[in-house]
């Protein structure tokens, strides 16, 4: 799909062109919606009750934060991964195993901005600051799994708030937001549409092709509209930019959400900053706040996927998504709250950048080493020595 | 009032007419500061461009690596 936008970056010029476009914005939602739920059916229909079982290599925290992390740095999309990971919820996989994914679906990511801060690699100075500004993210979602991970695997505390807010949402008080929920009848006709096309494969191969599938369509509707609304909504982000700067750091996270939430990537977000301050137009610190609004923002993505599950793994569902806002917006309070941690990845950050000037293998050594190497060694070792 | 006393009224004004010259100065480095950020938001799109160059980027990064590499050998 080719999408251009006129010169003011005001999104499409033609009214007809932007009519067409956003119609295909919302297809693509509702097809992401049905391959979310085509994930957790394929796995009903493959694996039944079994299929918790089915997950039992990821039952090791730190496996499942490797895996998050890996697959996020190879499709360089959480949206995508989060909502894989809110269908396989939806099919049986525990919540407990899912936290360890999201966490490290957050530090997957940003390879996205650290791999554009390389497009300055030429320019000494520029390439230090852009190098900074990219991997300041890094930084603050590494400390964040490494304060919350540990919390989590002990107490438990992001688990056990996570099934409060999905109960308070999902309960059968007349608070709750069941019967507002008017996605679930929508998808359902497709994916029983679908599960009856696979009929004919037997319960087993129709299941893993429907899982197929669904991941298939996950990550093409997410990227096209990925494409699609960081061109329609590039002038609605700019307006948002220009009412963030100068004024304080809360501005700049609430402008960081809304405007991931408006291009529906953290990635395109972050990695749109990096220029700003590679030619030195904005500095670190003015930046950081707006990379952590990046990962609130992202979060709407699992929640809308969690919203198209149906069933008796529906409150599972929509208690990972919740968790995933949850742990986001707890690690910014509790990171960029508190001083001294807030100082942590800008410190970081700086070091990094100074050494990937003077030498760029540490740019290579850090990208490979903390994308792949390390967590690879990690479950090889923990494969190993059969933990 | 002692020679003294008159010295260090006198460069406790010249010291806050600094400070004020500097806040005023401050001011206006950061009003540039922000007009120039107001610009470069203006052309946030031409960055969008810069998201699609990832497999070059990390192209140079492997060229830049191998030579680093081959320097490290050299010395």
């Not at chain 1, 730190?62 to 909502?83: E, F, H, K």
């Not at chain 1, 299941?207 to 599938?213: C, E, Q, R």
Request: with cysteine; net charge neutral.
């Amino acid at each position: 799909m080719t999408v251009t936008s006129t010169p003011d970056g005001d999104g499409i010029g033609d009214p007809r062109t932007r009519w067409m476009q956003w119609l295909s914005v919302a297809s693509l939602v509702y097809l992401l919606l049905v391959a979310v739920s085509l994930i957790g059916g394929g796995f009903k229909l493959s694996a039944g009750d079994q299929a918790k079982s089915l997950f039992d290599f990821a039952s090791n925290p730190v496996a499942g934060l490797v895996i998050g992390t890996v697959a996020t740095a190879l499709i360089q999309s959480s949206s995508t991964v989060t909502s894989i990971i809110v269908g396989l919820v939806a099919g049986g996989l525990p919540v407990t195993i899912a936290i360890p994914m999201v966490m490290g679906a957050n530090i997957g990511t940003t390879i996205t901005n650290t791999i554009v801060s390389l497009g300055h690699l030429k320019e000494g100075d520029e390439f230090r600051r852009a190098f900074a500004a990219a991997t300041i993210h890094d930084f603050f979602n590494v400390i964040s799994v490494l304060i919350f991970l540990p919390l989590e695997i002990v107490f438990g505390l992001l688990d056990k708030t996570g099934v409060w807010l999905a109960k308070l949402m999902l309960g059968g008080d007349s608070m709750s937001m069941k019967g507002l929920n008017f996605i679930k009848p929508l998808v359902k006709p497709p994916v029983k549409l679908v599960g009856n096309a696979l009929e004919g494969l037997g319960s087993t191969a129709g299941g893993i092709s429907m899982i197929a599938l669904g991941i298939v369509l996950i990550f093409v509707s997410i990227t096209v509209i990925g494409k699609l609304l960081k061109v329609l909504m590039v002038g609605r982000a700019k307006q948002f930019l220009h009412a963030a700067i100068g004024r304080g750091p809360i501005t700049g996270i609430g402008t960081g959400a809304v405007v991931t939430v408006l291009v529906q990537s953290s990635s395109t977000t972050t990695s749109l900053i990096v220029p700003l301050v590679g030619t030195g137009v904005f500095n670190l610190r003015q930046i950081y706040p707006f990379t952590l609004g990046a990962n609130i923002g992202t979060c709407i993505t699992g929640l809308l996927a969690a919203t198209a599950i149906t069933g008796d793994n529906a409150v599972f569902a929509l208690e990972i998504a919740l968790i995933h806002l949850l742990y986001n917006l707890v690690g910014v309070v509790v990171i960029y709250g508190l001083p001294f941690l807030r100082e942590l990845p800008v410190v970081a950050a700086e070091a990094l950048a100074d050494a990937a000037v003077r030498n760029k293998l540490y740019a290579a050594a850090y990208i490979v080493g903390v994308f792949f190497l390390i967590p690879g060694t990690i479950v090889l070792g923990s494969r190993l020595i059969g933990v | 009032m002692s020679t003294l006393e008159t010295r260090r009224q006198e460069l406790r004004k010249r010291i806050q007419n600094l400070e004020s010259a500097l806040d005023g100065l401050k001011a206006q480095l950061a009003e540039i500061q922000e007009l120039e950020q107001h610009e470069a938001a203006d052309h946030l799109e031409d960055y969008l461009d810069q998201i699609d160059h990832k497999f070059r980027n990390l192209g140079d990064l492997w060229t830049a690596s191998i030579d680093e590499l081959k320097g490290l050998f050299r010395r």
